[in-house]
Nanobody
Framework: QVDLTESGGGSAQPGDSMRLSCVVSGRTGSVYVWGWFRQAPGKDREFVAAIRRGSGIVVTDSLRGRFAISNDNTKNMVYLQMNNLNPEDTGVYYC????????????????????WGQGTQVTVSS
């Protein structure tokens, strides 16, 4: 069993930066991929970024350059740094982990993730 808890969400103004954190607890040694997804109001959940054990980072094309993912295995944490936020970034952000090592092209697929956090709300408005 793996448990995930996100934090760091809240309100921001356009142009602000925000860092989301996710602590992974439980059977952390079984995790091979960490990911962030988000769901805007009235829309489907979408992939944001993922990082794979050993090597491999993927950020969705539309967010590359503004968003970055990182992790700290010593602390069992994964982070999402979000810069130059805009109102379209509003949504619930979910941390997820998978126990199988996906190929790079599959890291954006939800079915590669076995455990999900409850989500943290990010609201960007002026």
């Amino acid at each position: 069993q793996v448990d995930l808890t996100e934090s760091g969400g809240g309100s921001a103004q356009p142009g602000d930066s925000m860092r989301l954190s996710c602590v992974v607890s439980g059977r952390t040694g079984s995790v091979y991929v960490w990911g962030w997804f988000r769901q805007a109001p009235g829309k489907d959940r979408e992939f944001v970024a993922a990082i794979r054990r050993g090597s491999g980072i993927v950020v969705t094309d539309s967010l590359r350059g503004r968003f970055a993912i990182s992790n700290d295995n010593t602390k069992n944490m994964v982070y999402l740094q979000m810069n130059n936020l805009n109102p379209e970034d509003t949504g619930v952000y979910y941390c997820a982990v998978g126990e199988r090592r996906p190929i790079l092209s599959a890291m954006s697929l939800e079915d590669r993730y076995d455990y999900w956090g409850q989500g943290t709300q990010v609201t960007v408005s002026s």
